[in-house]
């Protein structure tokens, strides 16, 4: 079955950095694109970025919110996804969810169970 | 990008329907037609329900459905059953290359 899993999450300063994994076992990760997609508690989801598979050049494109801090990479040949986040404030703590689109198909069909980042001193 | 505009809050008897709206603007919804649909249980992943406005993936029951007209998409649930309980947020493709989400509905099955 296809699945997606995060890790990562933890406790970090404000102006810290962390760095979030997302792996695919189960399926071709390469056709994908990679989304990362936060909810604060209690709140709604938060689209964060994206990033393109290797057929659209590995395009990425951020939320307005983390653009500039946030940057997605990805490793096909370990089917793994990363979102590196730097100078994090407390308004970033949330559970951060990977999901993915492929091809023609625009929706987020798999996701993760979500991993929780908390930024505070 | 602002969010898309969803009701916080539906409500419905069992059996009922009940129609939940996302309304955008025409940089968003009514630029394209990928709008979907997720359901979120409490502590769960959201989970896709609807596809390109009114598509249902494999396993999605039909009492579910989804429609678009102009800058507002809208998904339907008919025959409400006590597991439809949950958050439905509805996202969409912009303009710009970026998606946005609407703000989440809380739906309660009386």
């Known amino acids: 079955e296809a699945q997606l899993v995060e890790s990562g999450g933890g406790l970090v300063q404000p102006g810290g950095s962390l760095r979030l994994s997302c792996a695919a076992p189960g399926f071709i990760f390469s056709d994908s694109a990679i989304h990362w997609v936060r909810q604060a508690s209690g709140k709604g989801l938060e689209w964060v970025g994206r990033?393109?598979?290797?057929?659209?050049?590995?395009?990425?494109v951020y939320a307005v919110s983390v653009k500039g801090r946030f940057t997605i990479s990805r490793d096909d040949s370990e089917n793994t996804a990363y979102l590196q986040m730097n100078s994090l404030k407390a308004d970033d703590t949330a559970v951060y969810y990977c999901s993915r689109t492929h091809s023609n198909f625009h929706a987020f069909d798999i996701w993760g169970q979500g991993t929780m980042v908390t930024v505070s001193s | 990008q602002s969010a898309l505009t969803q009701p916080a809050s539906v409500s419905g008897s069992p059996g009922q329907s009940i129609t939940i709206s996302c309304t955008g603007t025409s940089s968003d919804i009514g630029a394209n037609n990928y709008v979907s649909w997720y359901q979120q249980h409490p502590g769960k992943a959201p989970k896709l329900m609807i596809y390109d406005v009114n598509n249902r993936p494999s396993g999605v029951s039909n009492r579910f459905s989804g429609s678009k007209s102009g800058n507002t998409a809208s998904l339907t649930i008919s025959g409400l059953q006590a597991e439809d309980e949950a958050d439905y947020f509805c996202?969409?493709?912009?303009?710009?290359?970026?998606?946005?989400f609407g703000g989440g509905t809380k739906l309660t099955v009386l």
């Open positions: 990033m393109s598979a290797k057929a659209k050049n590995y395009a990425a």
């Open positions: 996202n969409s493709f912009t303009s710009s290359g970026t998606r946005v």
